[in-house]
């Protein structure tokens, strides 16, 4: 006989007891599992996401190019250094052209990579000889 508060129980109660427990262990295992699948699932879902943000973030970079190793100056004018570095490949480019641009980084040692954003990717696209020298 078992003892429950004071009182003992028979059998019959131990029974009831043992498969109420076995159930509710059913149940536990069930939930488990379950969570178990949630968890896999949130894990899938946000190395999709990852990789659809990585891959936004590229194709707006296309319209982007950095331009490296231009002396820095107070006061300087980044659209026009970009179009002074065009013309020294043989690129037409105009203010018009650029949507914004300026330098990037921490300032240290070395002058910081001016970033040009063009107003779309086929004014871009004109660039392309930059990025090739």
Known sequence: M???RGKFLNNSYIFIFVLALAR?????EKLEA???????????LERKLEDKQDALEQYQ?????RI????ENN?????QIAIEVAAKVGVNLVVSDIDRSHRVGR???RPRPVIVKFVSYRKEEKCSLIKNC
Not at 24 to 28: A, D, G, P, R
Not at 34 to 44: H, N, Q, T, V, Y
Not at 61 to 65: C, E, F, G, I, P
């Open 75 to 79: 006061n300087e004018d980044t659209d």
């Open 61 to 65: 970079r296309r319209q982007n190019l």
């Open 68 to 71: 490296f190793g231009i002396p």
């Open 107 to 109: 300032q240290g040692d």
């Open 34 to 44: 379950s969570l178990r699948e949630k968890d896999e699932r949130i894990a899938s």
């Open 24 to 28: 509710n262990t059913e149940v536990i």
């Open 2 to 4: 078992l003892r429950l």
